[in-house]
């Protein structure tokens, strides 16, 4: 449950955060479109100004030279020579009519027009196109595919004839159709420029009626549309239609789109590992906190027991010493008959040793649990092989090699000397007795940060996983004749030195203790 619960609130923050930042995201973008939005209407406007600047001077120029041919600025060279392309067009456009029954004389820019077929027939006309007969019949005989002819009178028009896929095309212009011509013409040239000098989609005129007077071949659903009236003196009630390509915006927000879910896959990503990395952490801590906990009630326990085994042993002592002056006197005082006198003295002997033992083993157990012992400095290859030289008999009894050889010999420790080779005598020994017939123990050690560690590693039965975690608990023991409290006392002691103690083990393979404590300077002894 309490996993559940370290897992569940950090993923409920992440998902609230993500998702406000997905909806602030959304909004962010959506201003984005405005404000780009307003930009283009801006950059609309500067285009619709700049045009209209445009026709109104070239049409001012054209207005002042039909009232005076004289005035011809440099400005105005260009807008001199669109007689000739107003030919072109007009040839272009009669050269690409094919049905003449289908033909919409009202979308022609001209009054007075004539079309006459292969078979001689007139099929379409418009107005009147004032040209004899006989110019007709020469031209259509003749091969020449055009003819132009200008009148010389008051009123000053052109007639031009065209010759287009088998049909004869006459028409005539006066002074105001020409003139609306020209003007139509810089117009076009103008709004071409523009487009190509301002890179927008297309531009559009449209006359007071709502006719396409100019129309570019831009897609309105492809561009933002700008529409005003121009409000020219010289185009009255037209209307101006700029089409912006929504291209690079499109671009721009497509761009910011996926840069923010870029983001957001790279937050979702780094929110996961935060949080999975939360509770791994949170795991960790728990789990440190549990092995602190346990550790400080281990603690807590040696200590009681320290101090009841203290006790205990001194009340043994009393006794000890009360039977050892018994046993002195018994041999001086009550000395048997001369015949069962050496058995006597043997057996007093024996008792004696034994006693002696006892104080022995009493005085070891004491000298365990003195924590107010002074720390001294010493050499810890000394303190090791002292034990080692204790242990080497009974290790040899059961064929068992003991290897110091990799211990570092100037690491120097502070320590109760006493009672360090009380906790390493145990572990040492515990290695031993999990070998039966034959193996052996190694002790080396490896320098960690500011710390010592002695790796004691037997080559025994291993220990099971189920019971590894139980091995520094008191009166816990797998032997037959054990009590339990070797490893637990070894625990204690190393604690007591300001360090740690770790069993390692795999049932079959054999255990190694890691034994850590902090290491001083190599100092003269």
Excluded: C, W
């Excluded at 570019?216 to 005003?228: M, Q």
């Excluded at 780094?270 to 346990?294: D, M, N, P, V």
């Excluded at 005082?333 to 015949?339: A, N």
């Amino acid at each position: 449950m309490g996993d559940k619960k370290t897992f569940f609130f950090p993923s409920l923050l992440f998902a609230t955060l993500f998702i406000l930042i997905v909806i602030t995201g959304y909004f962010q973008i959506r201003i984005i479109g405005k404000n780009i939005e307003a930009l283009l209407k801006n950059e609309g406007e500067i285009i619709f100004n700049h045009l209209k600047r445009e026709i109104d001077i070239n049409l001012e120029y054209i207005t002042l030279l039909e009232k005076s041919p004289s005035i011809i600025t440099p400005n105005f060279l260009n807008t001199m020579v669109y007689d000739d392309a107003i030919i072109d067009d007009l040839y272009n456009l009669f050269s690409n009519i094919e049905i003449l029954d289908t033909l919409d004389t009202k979308s022609i820019p001209l009054s007075n027009l004539i079309i006459i077929d292969r078979n001689n027939k007139t099929v379409v006309k418009k107005g009147s196109v004032n040209i004899p007969l006989s110019s007709i019949i020469a031209f259509r005989s003749g091969k020449k595919e055009t003819f132009i002819r200008t009148s010389t009178g008051k009123d000053k028009f052109l007639i031009m004839g065209i010759k287009t896929k088998g049909n004869t095309v006459f028409f005539s212009l006066d002074d105001n159709e020409l003139d609306a011509l020209r003007r139509k013409l810089t117009i076009k040239e103008i709004v071409e420029t523009e487009k190509k000098r301002f890179n927008v989609a297309g531009i559009n005129i449209y006359d007071a009626k709502g006719i396409p007077y100019i129309f570019s071949d831009g897609k309105k659903d492809e561009a933002y549309v700008v529409s005003k009236s121009l409000d020219s003196q010289y185009l009255p009630k037209f209307a101006v239609e700029i089409l912006i390509s929504k291209g690079p915006a499109r671009d721009i927000l497509k761009r910011t789109a996926l840069n923010f879910l870029f983001i957001l896959l790279l937050l979702a990503i780094s929110g996961a590992l935060s949080t999975y990395t939360i509770f791994l952490l949170e795991r960790r801590h728990a789990k440190k906190l549990h092995e602190f906990e346990k550790e400080l009630e281990m603690k807590e326990r040696l200590v009681s027991l320290g101090k009841l085994a203290s006790g205990m042993a001194h009340e043994i002592r009393n006794p000890l010493n009360a039977m050892s002056m018994s046993i002195q006197r018994l041999k001086r005082e009550f000395v048997p008959i001369e015949e069962k006198k050496d058995e006597y003295y043997q057996f007093i002997d024996i008792i004696r040793s034994e006693l002696t033992r006892i104080d022995r083993i009493v005085e070891e157990f004491l000298l365990s649990t003195k924590s107010h012992a002074p720390f001294i400095k010493e050499y810890l290859f000394n303190i090791i092989e002292e034990v080692v030289v204790i242990l080497r008999e009974k290790a040899a009894s059961r064929s068992v090699d003991i290897i110091i050889d990799k211990i570092a010999r100037d690491i120097v420790v502070q320590s109760q000397r006493e009672r360090l080779k009380q906790a390493f005598y145990n572990v040492i020994l515990n290695g031993i007795e999990a070998m039966d017939n034959s193996g052996h123990i190694e002790i080396t050690t490896a320098v960690k940060g500011g710390n010592i560690e002695i790796i004691i590693k037997d080559t025994g039965k291993g220990i099971k996983e189920t019971e590894l975690h139980r091995i520094f608990e008191y009166y816990y023991t797998t032997k037959d004749k054990g009590i339990g409290l070797g490893l637990p006392i070894s625990y204690m002691i190393i604690k007591d030195h300001d360090g740690d103690m770790r069993a390692f083990s795999e049932a079959g393979k054999g255990t190694t203790f890691v034994i850590s404590l902090p290491m001083l300077q190599p100092v003269e002894m």
